[in-house]
């Protein structure tokens, strides 16, 4: 036992020596590429910028609970189970880029020397500068003026003083996203491979970069010297940058609105499903692939009744607000016919209740009784008898006509639907959301991970609205309402007349085309209207009843869910988090955090 | 059983080695409060909580710390018993008043440090009258320092102390944005606010804004009344 420990020691005496070959740890790693193998190869560049992309600071179709943006305004409220007692307190959406933007700046630094020919030299350097746009205007939008990084900061030991950035002023991080876009733009060609950005693209971004800032101009005040907001004089500026990147695009003539289907709703439906490259409403969007890079759309937001395997569903539940933000096709105000609750509007068909409404509605909501992947989506609250409300908690309990009884053995008579209401996770407001939602996929599929529909982060109908703002902004009612009017006939709904068209019905055409689309929260954040919206307010819902007497629906309006919310006027700019402060003395936070 | 041995002994050594010291500063046990006071009202000035304001602390060889914000609290104190002896900056500051000078602060185990700030409006002559099913509020806005527009004036009702712009169950609210302010100014306001329960004790507030960067209300003192 002895002699075979001292040998092994032994042996481990002199390996030690011999395994100590002076370049042993400098190996390279056979599963990576170095950025010298990375630059000197046309195909690992291209393949690299995958990787850029990726880290692109998207509200898309991976959010959950409170973390979908819907959710935190008037379009949505999750289910009972992940409701959070209010909307963000300005920590909830945080994005503090600057890992990410290193990597693309080391990239613009480095691809100028790369061993490529000059076109695909142009072209990526126009995406690396749409990135880096991106990630910026991603924090701009958030905590209003941030640091300026172009170029990649190195530590010598020595040097963290000159590391260490104060923030720039809002108008400053916009002005250089604008130039950022403007040499995209000019470097980018017309059209380029699936999933990768256009002359388009880079243009479109710079069109709602604008209106971003032309509305922070307008309606907030400036504060901290300037690093929060910017002049009031300045609006026009950006209003009229942002009109002239949007007409860009529109003359170019590259992109029109989707019209596939000549069923208006099943079009609209399937605008944000069609996977294919000829969509032509698409300028830039994230694609994903089965099973290697997917999400868990479907997962979290199909109805109870039809849920996948891993159990969620019901987290986002339209509000009775946003429906009736929906007009009905004729232009009339989208306010539902329920009646009141003496006098209600009886439906033998409750479906009956949206007839006429317009088209985007149905394709954007699921509503009580509606069919979704062959399903019926029974949404009821209750039933009256004689008058008498009767309620139950789930959807397990049955109704007997004939004793006018709760009798789960003898009744034949659902008292809920199965999609609600009742229970911790079917939707608490009487809606389900349904846009972006894949009826192609089998129910066995639709688990954590399973979905893999393209997320549109920008969409030509986002253009023509962004230019319609900025043309009513400044005045410009004819272009508005051309626009607006163009947005209206694809949904297929009566179009507006001059005298129509004012601020308010520009932002409304917006808010209707664009929901779940998480642009809501963003768009009353930057009218700064959400602090007049949301001040102790309650979501809305609509309960179904079935009236045994009538054999008939009848509906009424209610609040939804547990908590009023309120929108705190410090979140019209985000927390920066203390963290970094404490890192950098000279970044100053911003106020009431 | 050597080498055993050997690792016992190692690792008893790294374990005692290893908690050899102990931290031995001194816990903070400096104590700053104190209250700012209207210049119009002569009293508190009455805010909300969260965010009514705040006072930041900036201390003394702290170059590269972050200020210490203390919250303010919805009567007008603040205190934070929590901080190290030494001397402060002091700032009172994001609040419905006009900004005000540093002042240098050595803070002791109990330190008092009162302020007298300029509100952009006060709320004053306040009458509350309770009847059956509903309140009135008779009031009127004052201001000694031209600021922002007058946009806004709200009686705000809670079942609950803390009554303010977003804690309320029944409210009044009217935008003044398209009247001038000396108009504002010069007349008396009666708001009733209707749909209270009977023989319930309800909290009473009038809450008056200017077009103010960081939208801070200016508030009256909570009135508490019972309904017939």
């Given at each position: 036992?002895?002699?075979?420990?001292?040998f092994l020691?032994?042996a481990l005496?002199i390996?030690?020596f011999?395994?100590?070959k002076?370049?042993?740890l400098?190996?390279?790693?056979?599963?990576?590429?170095t950025?010298?193998q990375?630059?000197?190869?046309?195909a690992?560049?291209?393949?690299y910028m995958?990787?850029l992309y990726?880290?692109?600071?998207?509200?898309?179709?991976?959010?959950?609970?409170?973390?979908?943006?819907?959710?935190n305004?008037?379009?949505?409220?999750?289910?009972?189970q992940?409701?959070?007692?209010?909307?963000?307190d300005?920590?909830?959406?945080?994005y503090?880029g600057y890992?990410n933007?290193?990597?693309?700046n080391?990239?613009?630094a480095?691809l100028?020397?790369?061993?490529?020919n000059?076109?695909?030299?142009?072209?990526?350097?126009?995406e690396a500068k749409?990135?880096r746009a991106?990630?910026?205007?991603?924090?701009v939008?958030?905590y209003?003026g941030?640091?300026?990084?172009?170029k990649?900061?190195?530590?010598?030991?020595?040097?963290?003083?000159?590391?260490?950035?104060?923030?720039n002023?809002?108008?400053e991080?916009?002005?250089?996203?604008?130039?950022?876009l403007?040499?995209a733009?000019a470097a980018?060609p017309e059209?380029?491979?699936?999933?990768?950005?256009?002359?388009?693209?880079?243009?479109a971004?710079?069109?709602?970069?604008m209106?971003y800032?032309?509305?922070?101009?307008?309606?907030?005040?400036?504060?901290?010297n300037?690093?929060?907001?910017?002049?009031?004089?300045?609006?026009?500026?950006?209003?009229?940058?942002?009109?002239?990147?949007?007409s860009?695009i529109?003359?170019?003539?590259?992109h029109?609105?989707?019209?596939k289907?000549?069923?208006?709703?099943?079009?609209?439906?399937?605008?944000?499903l069609?996977?294919?490259?000829?969509?032509?409403?698409?300028i830039?969007?994230?694609?994903?692939?089965?099973?290697?890079?997917?999400?868990?759309y479907d997962?979290?937001?199909?109805?109870?009744?039809?849920?996948g395997p891993?159990?969620?569903?019901?987290?986002m539940c339209?509000?009775?607000d946003?429906v009736?933000?929906?007009e009905?096709?004729d232009?009339?105000?989208?306010?539902?016919k329920?009646?009141?609750?003496?006098?209600?509007?009886f439906y033998?068909?409750p479906?009956?209740?949206?007839?006429?409404?317009d088209?985007r509605?149905?394709?954007?909501?699921i509503v009580?009784?509606?069919?979704?992947?062959?399903?019926?989506?029974?949404?009821?609250a209750?039933?009256?008898?004689?008058?008498?409300?009767?309620?139950?908690g789930?959807y397990?309990a049955?109704?007997?006509?004939t004793?006018?009884?709760l009798d789960?053995?003898g009744?034949?008579?659902?008292?809920v639907?199965?999609?609600?209401?009742?229970?911790?996770?079917?939707t608490?407001t009487?809606?389900l959301v349904?846009?972006?939602?894949?009826?192609?996929?089998p129910?066995?599929?639709?688990?954590?991970?399973g979905?893999?529909?393209p997320?549109?982060?920008i969409?030509?109908?986002?253009?023509?609205?962004n230019?319609?703002?900025?043309?009513?902004e400044?005045q410009?009612?004819?272009?508005?309402?051309?626009?607006i009017?163009?947005?209206?006939?694809?949904?297929?709904?009566?179009?507006?007349?001059d005298a129509?068209?004012?601020?308010?019905?520009?932002?409304?055409?917006?808010l209707v085309?664009?929901?779940?689309?998480?642009?809501?929260w963003w768009?009353?954040?930057?009218w700064r209207?959400?602090?007049?919206?949301f001040?102790?307010?309650w979501?809305t819902a609509?309960k179904?009843?079935?009236?045994?007497?009538k054999?008939?629906?009848r509906?009424?309006s209610?609040?939804?869910?547990?908590?009023?919310?309120?929108?705190?006027?410090?979140v019209?700019y985000?927390?920066?988090?203390?963290?970094?402060?404490?890192?950098?003395?000279?970044l100053?936070q911003?106020p009431n955090? | 059983m050597i080498?055993?041995?050997?690792?016992s002994?190692l690792?008893?050594?790294?374990?005692?080695?290893?908690?050899?010291?102990?931290?031995?500063?001194?816990?903070p046990?400096?104590n700053?409060?104190?209250?700012l006071?209207?210049?119009?009202?002569?009293e508190?000035?009455q805010?909300?909580?969260?965010?009514?304001?705040?006072?930041?602390?900036?201390?003394?060889?702290?170059?590269m710390?972050?200020?210490?914000v203390?919250?303010?609290?919805?009567?007008?104190?603040?205190?934070?018993?929590?901080i190290?002896?030494?001397?402060?900056?002091?700032?009172?500051?994001e609040?419905?008043f006009?900004?005000v000078?540093?002042?240098?602060?050595?803070?002791g185990?109990h330190?008092?440090?009162?302020f007298?700030?300029?509100?952009?409006l006060?709320?004053t002559n306040?009458?509350?009258?309770p009847?059956?099913g509903?309140?009135t509020?008779n009031?009127t806005?004052?201001r000694?320092?031209?600021g922002?527009?007058?946009?806004e004036?709200?009686?705000?009702?809670?079942?609950?102390?803390?009554?303010?712009?977003?804690?309320?169950?029944?409210?009044s609210?009217t935008d003044l944005?398209?009247?001038?302010?000396?108009?504002?100014?010069?007349?008396?306001?009666s708001d009733v606010?209707?749909?209270?329960?009977?023989?319930?004790?309800y909290?009473?507030?009038?809450?008056v804004r200017?077009?103010?960067?960081l939208?801070?209300y200016?508030?009256?003192?909570?009135?508490?009344?019972?309904?017939?």
């Open positions: 036992m002895k002699v075979k420990i001292y020691l032994a005496w390996s030690c011999i395994a100590c002076k370049d042993r400098d190996i390279l790693p056979i599963d990576n590429f950025a010298d990375v630059f000197s190869s046309e690992l560049l291209t393949a995958a990787s990726n880290a692109l600071p998207m509200e898309d179709l991976n959010t959950y609970g409170n973390g979908a943006l819907a959710n305004t008037d379009e949505a409220i999750t289910a009972f992940d409701q959070q007692n209010n909307i963000g300005g920590t909830w959406t945080q503090w890992n933007i290193r990597n693309v080391e990239f613009i480095k100028p020397a790369a061993k490529a000059e076109n695909l030299i142009k072209t990526l350097s126009g749409f990135i991106f990630h910026y205007f991603a924090m939008k958030r209003g941030v640091p300026i990084i172009t990649v900061q190195q530590y010598d030991g020595n040097n963290i003083g000159e590391l260490q950035a104060a923030r002023t809002e108008k991080v916009y002005d250089f996203i604008a130039t950022d403007d040499e733009a980018l059209t380029n491979a699936k999933g990768r950005v256009t002359k388009n693209a880079a243009l971004l710079k069109s709602r970069a209106l800032a032309a509305s922070s101009a307008k309606y907030g005040s400036v504060l901290l300037g690093i929060l907001g910017i002049p009031a004089t300045e609006a026009g500026k950006y209003w009229k940058a942002s009109f002239d990147a949007a860009a529109i003359n170019s003539g590259g029109s609105l989707y019209q289907n000549p069923s208006k709703e099943a079009n609209f439906q399937q605008l944000f069609d996977k294919g490259k000829d969509n032509p409403e698409v830039f969007a994230k694609y994903y692939l089965f099973p290697d890079k997917t999400h868990s997962t979290r937001y199909l109805p109870f009744a039809i849920r891993s159990g969620y569903s019901s987290r339209p509000t009775l946003l009736e933000q929906y009905y096709i232009g009339s105000p989208g306010k539902l329920i009646g009141t609750p003496s006098n209600p509007i033998t068909n479906t009956d209740l949206f007839l006429n409404k088209p509605l149905l394709a954007s909501v009580p009784f509606a069919a979704f992947k062959g399903s019926i989506i029974d949404i009821q209750g039933i009256y008898d004689r008058g008498i409300k009767i309620s139950a789930d397990g049955f109704y007997n006509t004793t006018h009884k789960n053995i009744g034949t008579l659902p008292v639907g199965k999609n609600g209401f009742g229970g911790t996770e079917k608490q009487g809606f349904r846009k972006y939602l894949d009826p192609a996929l129910q066995a599929q639709a688990y954590s991970g979905s893999s529909q997320w549109i982060e969409r030509y109908a986002e253009v023509l609205l230019y319609a703002e900025a043309a009513i400044l410009n009612v004819p272009e508005a309402k051309a626009k009017n163009m947005i209206r006939s694809r949904a297929g709904i009566v179009l507006l007349q129509d068209i004012n601020i308010e019905r520009v932002r409304k055409e917006r085309e664009l929901a779940f689309e998480s642009h809501r768009d009353y954040r930057r209207v959400s602090d007049k919206l001040n102790n307010t979501p609509l179904p009843y079935y009236d045994v007497d054999q008939a629906y509906f009424e209610t609040n939804a869910g547990r908590y009023a919310r309120t929108f705190n006027v410090r019209y985000e927390r920066i988090n203390p963290a970094e402060l404490a890192k950098d003395p000279k100053v911003n955090y | 080498v055993k041995n050997m690792i002994v690792s008893l050594i790294v374990v005692f080695q290893s908690c050899s010291k102990i931290d031995n500063y001194k816990a046990d400096g700053i409060y104190g209250k006071v209207d210049k119009i009202t002569k508190n000035i805010t909300e909580q969260p965010n009514g304001y705040s006072v930041k602390l900036f201390e003394k060889g702290g170059k710390n972050s200020p210490i203390v919250p303010g609290k919805p009567d007008g104190t603040f205190e934070n018993a929590f190290f002896q030494n001397e402060y900056m002091v700032l009172p500051t609040g419905a006009f900004p000078d540093t002042v240098k602060v050595q803070v185990s330190t008092e440090v009162n007298e700030v300029m509100p952009f006060a709320v306040v009458t509350i009258t009847s059956a509903k309140v509020a009031y806005i004052a000694s320092q031209v922002d527009k007058i946009v004036r709200k009686t705000l009702v809670s079942r609950v102390p803390t009554v303010n712009n977003s804690v309320n169950d029944f409210r609210q944005a398209g009247k001038p302010d000396l108009d504002i100014l010069a007349a008396p306001y606010v209707t749909g209270l329960n009977a023989g319930t004790k909290y009473v507030r009038i809450a200017t077009n103010n960067g939208k801070k200016n508030y009256s003192k909570v009135f508490t009344v019972a309904i017939p």
